[in-house]
């Protein structure tokens, strides 16, 4: 499931004070078609795409600095696909900050401008990271006024496992990456706690592949005029005590949240080990033992977003005796065989676990 966010500047009626309203994109698979009503609104459009960002990074990162892309076979992740994700994020925040503080300062030419940010915001925090950075900027330039709004596509998951599979490459998502990005996607709702910033935000079917609908449209529009009329405020000051909350709370949900994702983890591995024994039941031992070594580098390293395909590679690598980045998955012998359909199962699991859970989520709402 994926997120998109849209900052949107907009003049104010006085000549020396102007206007970005933010508007975040948010849900599975969304496929946003620009409603020429709202373009009409912006003199300027400046969009910034976290994965082209990613994927630039990526390529520096391989050696290709004359700016060759990425393999369209490769679909492989690793390591540096993680490093050139967190580095993108960071790179994409900076761009935003700059652009924004060119804008109030008086350095652009547009009068008024409408920012896209691509990316997924499945989290709140995330999107909450960026609502705290046009904080940062009001503060910096008192007379700017930015507006907030977040517009989210609702995809079922089926949907989504659908869209992915036309993909190729690493543009196609591991399953496992899907699955959990389904179990966490926290939706706009301003009355959970410290989400009151996401007041202003709609609600769009995006289970067909186009939104081409002039009722949802006008959601759209209605959402981004609301934000506008109602800016960002600034951020208040915290004391060290509050401040020092905020970061033991931060601390405490990444803990769980690792916690949970380095239990599954070792569920899948103990599935694995499982099928070694099957198969070649003396090596059930050494198997073992390997799950143990990756839990422990998954806990020194935090890679466990690296998702279940790296785990299961590196784990039949080590097992096989090959290297991590060869083609384990295509050799014919019983072990092969029992740790892939082990995965499989473990995968198929998982999706019947989501869909009780989203099943129970729907009867109790109805």
Request: proline share 3%.
């Amino acid at each position: 499931m994926n997120g998109r966010i849209k900052p949107i500047l907009k003049n104010d009626t006085s000549d020396d004070t102007r206007i970005f309203g933010l508007g975040l994109l948010h849900g599975g698979g969304a496929r946003y078609k620009h409603d020429a009503a709202v373009l009409s609104l912006f003199s300027e459009i400046v969009i910034i795409d976290y994965d082209a960002i990613t994927n630039q990074e990526l390529i520096v990162r391989n050696g290709n600095d004359d700016g060759d892309s990425l393999d369209p076979h490769c679909i492989f992740f690793d390591s540096n696909d993680l490093a050139a994700w967190r580095k993108g994020r960071v790179t994409a925040l900076e761009k935003l900050k700059k652009t924004l503080a060119t804008h109030f300062s008086g350095g652009g030419n547009a009068s008024t401008s409408l920012i896209i940010l691509d990316d997924n915001f499945h989290l709140r925090s995330m999107r909450r990271e960026i609502y705290r950075s046009c904080q940062e900027i009001i503060k910096m330039y008192p007379r700017a006024k930015i507006g907030f709004s977040v517009l989210y596509f609702r995809t079922p998951l089926e949907v989504c496992v659908q869209r992915n599979y036309l993909r190729s490459g690493k543009d196609r998502v591991p399953l496992d990456v899907i699955n959990r990005m389904a179990s966490v996607l926290e939706p706009p709702d301003e009355t959970k706690s410290s989400a009151s910033f996401e007041r202003f935000h709609a609600s769009i079917d995006n289970a067909d592949d186009i939104v081409d609908n002039m009722k949802e449209r006008k959601k759209i529009h209605e959402c981004l005029r609301l934000s506008l009329q109602s800016p960002i405020l600034p951020k208040n000051e915290l004391s060290h005590e509050q401040i020092s909350q905020l970061e033991h709370d931060r601390i405490r949900e990444r803990d769980k949240t690792l916690k949970c994702e380095i239990q599954r983890i070792d569920q899948l591995l103990r599935k694995l080990v499982g099928a070694v024994g099957g198969v070649e039941k003396k090596r059930s031992r050494e198997a073992n033992e390997i799950r143990k070594l990756m839990l422990e580098m998954i806990r020194q390293h935090d890679v466990v977003d690296m998702g279940h395909d790296y785990i299961i590679r590196h784990f039949a690598c080590s097992i096989l005796g090959t290297e991590l980045n060869s083609d384990w998955h295509y050799l014919e012998n019983p072990l092969v065989l029992s740790i892939k359909d082990a995965y499989q199962q473990f995968e198929q699991e998982g999706m019947t676990v989501m869909h009780s859970s989203q099943e129970h989520d729907s009867t109790t709402n109805e």
